[in-house]
């Protein structure tokens, strides 16, 4: 890995930024944190101070027009992220933007002309792309060990019942599918390495929230069917499972990956006691570390993100057409 570091701003001092990303993506060996904007200064000035950053920011822009910032990372609520992450393409900066990379496909193809117009490089923040769990469960499964993958089962739940909580503000882009179904449909585009062909899904929405509560979905892809269920109003849990014609493999903790334990994927010969189990952990990382540097040094070396914004369109796709066959009844086809 490079020994040069990549001045990195980020816009807003979202929960998830200030909590997670950023005293994570502090530790990576090729970059730094230079500064952080938010719209209101004092709260810019107390992050800032808290989390040892030099530089903060009373408004986006601000920031945006440092020029020594060199990569700007968006987890602005979701409606936001098209808007601000083309405007830092268009001052030239590099983008890590949380995902979903924005709640529309159309805008993502004209983020696309922008990144390439811009010369920058443009990655949707799916940071269990980039976790060693994952990459070994692709690696297995290319690998032939649970035979040919025919089957995938996914959970993704927790209970948020608070109406100003951002997740159950539809305007804002609440609501499950677009917080948390974004991961089994990503996931398993990953491990079956195709798209899906068509989808149906069966929806419930809050009676005073309008957003996406329960949902179920059934995915066809050319290799198999990828089933799974989301909630943001369930008992919290979440499982990835990946069934094969001989084995299948099962991820414990797929999507909120712990830092300080060891991450564990387990494979078996199925049946009720599920015969000769194999535990592999995996030595404790964290996920948004791992996902910084990777992507800095994409940027260092010239060379792809993980997570595209090809891929992110694809991803977005996918949602857009569940919520298309939650209004009509029936199986959507996946045209692109």
């Given at each position: 890995?490079?020994?040069?570091?990549?001045?990195?701003?980020?816009?807003?001092?979202?929960?998830?930024?200030?909590?997670?990303?950023?005293?994570?993506?502090?530790?990576?060996?090729?970059?730094?944190?230079?500064?952080?904007?938010?719209?209101?200064?004092?709260?810019?000035?107390?992050?800032?101070?808290?989390?040892?950053?030099?530089?903060?920011?009373?408004?986006?822009?601000?920031?945006?027009?440092?020029?020594?910032?060199?990569?700007?990372?968006?987890?602005?609520?979701?409606?936001?992220?098209?808007?601000?992450?083309?405007?830092?393409?268009?001052?030239?900066?590099?983008?890590?933007?949380?995902?979903?990379?924005?709640?529309?496909?159309?805008?993502i193809k004209e983020l696309?002309?922008?990144?390439?117009?811009?010369?920058?490089?443009?990655?949707?923040?799916?940071?269990?792309?980039?976790?060693?769990?994952?990459?070994?469960?692709?690696?297995?499964?290319?690998?032939?060990?649970?035979?040919?993958?025919?089957?995938?089962?996914?959970?993704?739940?927790?209970?948020?019942?608070?109406?100003?909580?951002?997740?159950n503000i539809l305007k804002?882009?609440?609501?499950?599918?677009?917080?948390?179904?974004?991961?089994?449909?990503?996931?398993?585009?990953?491990?079956?390495?195709?798209?899906?062909?068509?989808?149906?899904?069966?929806?419930?929405?809050?009676?005073?929230?309008?957003?996406?509560?329960?949902?179920?979905?059934?995915?066809?892809?050319?290799?198999?069917?990828?089933?799974?269920?989301?909630?943001?109003?369930?008992?919290?849990?979440?499982?990835m499972i990946f069934f094969?014609?001989?084995?299948?493999?099962?991820?414990?903790?797929?999507?909120?990956?712990?830092?300080?334990?060891?991450?564990?994927?387990?494979?078996?010969?199925?049946?009720?006691?599920?015969?000769?189990?194999?535990?592999?952990?995996?030595?404790?990382?964290?996920?948004?570390?791992?996902?910084?540097?990777?992507?800095?040094?994409?940027?260092?070396?010239?060379?792809?993100?993980?997570?595209?914004?090809?891929?992110?369109?694809?991803?977005?796709?996918?949602?857009?057409?569940?919520?298309?066959?939650?209004?009509?009844?029936?199986?959507?086809?996946?045209?692109?």
């Amino acid at each position: 890995m490079s020994t040069r570091k990549i001045k990195w701003g980020i816009i807003s001092t979202a929960k998830i930024g200030v909590e997670k990303v950023i005293p994570a993506m502090q530790k990576g060996n090729n970059l730094e944190i230079v500064g952080i904007a938010s719209r209101k200064e004092e709260e810019a000035r107390s992050t800032a101070n808290k989390l040892g950053i030099p530089r903060y920011y009373s408004n986006y822009e601000a920031l945006l027009n440092d020029p020594d910032i060199e990569a700007v990372y968006n987890p602005l609520p979701n409606h936001m992220h098209y808007e601000w992450t083309k405007k830092a393409i268009e001052m030239g900066k590099h983008v890590l933007c949380e995902k979903p990379m924005t709640l529309d496909k159309q805008e993502i193809k004209e983020l696309i002309l922008l990144r390439d117009k811009y010369k920058v490089k443009v990655g949707e923040a799916f940071m269990v792309h980039t976790h060693p769990q994952w990459i070994d469960t692709v690696r297995r499964i290319k690998q032939g060990e649970i035979g040919k993958l025919r089957v995938v089962q996914g959970f993704f739940s927790y209970n948020n019942i608070n109406p100003s909580n951002i997740r159950n503000i539809l305007k804002y882009g609440g609501g499950a599918m677009w917080d948390i179904g974004c991961y089994p449909i990503h996931t398993s585009r990953f491990v079956f390495d195709e798209e899906p062909k068509r989808v149906i899904s069966l929806i419930e929405r809050h009676p005073e929230f309008g957003t996406d509560r329960l949902v179920s979905v059934i995915m066809e892809y050319p290799s198999g069917q990828c089933s799974f269920t989301v909630s943001t109003q369930l008992v919290p849990h979440q499982r990835m499972i990946f069934f094969g014609d001989q084995r299948k493999l099962e991820v414990e903790i797929p999507f909120n990956a712990p830092n300080d334990r060891n991450c564990r994927i387990y494979l078996d010969d199925g049946g009720l006691f599920q015969a000769n189990k194999k535990e592999i952990a995996f030595d404790i990382c964290d996920q948004y570390r791992i996902q910084g540097e990777v992507f800095s040094e994409a940027v260092i070396s010239n060379t792809e993100v993980p997570v595209s914004l090809e891929d992110a369109y694809k991803n977005v796709a996918v949602i857009e057409a569940i919520f298309e066959s939650e209004k009509s009844g029936a199986w959507v086809i996946l045209k692109e």
